[in-house]
């Protein structure tokens, strides 16, 4: 996992949290949270993360396992080392090769416009 120098919020892989994380900035999780992860920033789960719920977060990149549904405004990134047992609905999803997932996904990318709306 390659961290930004610019991220100070980082939950450590020897940290567990039980119950709702809530911000508004970037942040990194490299640990384990039990519990619904709601953000208006861009979250990065890491290699030693484990998530077991729900997520709600404008973009988001997984190096780690996640178990649980997740909602993304704008962009999804498993890498390959990430695991995702659970449902996507984003506005784009890359899945590297090596990558598992086991869900539905739901791309709710912006709709094209008809060109010739008098055919």
Known sequence: MNTDKTIKN?????????GSLKFSSDFVID???????????NLTV???????????TKSL?????????IFVDERC???????LNGDIET???????????????MIKGKAKQDKNPSA
């Open 91 to 105: 506005g784009s999803l890359a899945i590297e090769e090596g990558a598992c997932f086991s869900g539905r996904s």
């Open 77 to 83: 990134h498993l890498k390959s080392s990430g695991l």
């Open 46 to 56: 890491g290699d030693n993360a484990y998530i077991k719920g729900e997520i709600r």
């Open 10 to 18: 980082i939950i450590s892989h020897d940290v567990t949290i039980v």
């Open 31 to 41: 640990g384990h949270v039990e519990g619904e992860v709601i953000s208006k920033g």
């Open 61 to 69: 990149t997984i190096y780690g396992k996640i178990d649980g549904n």
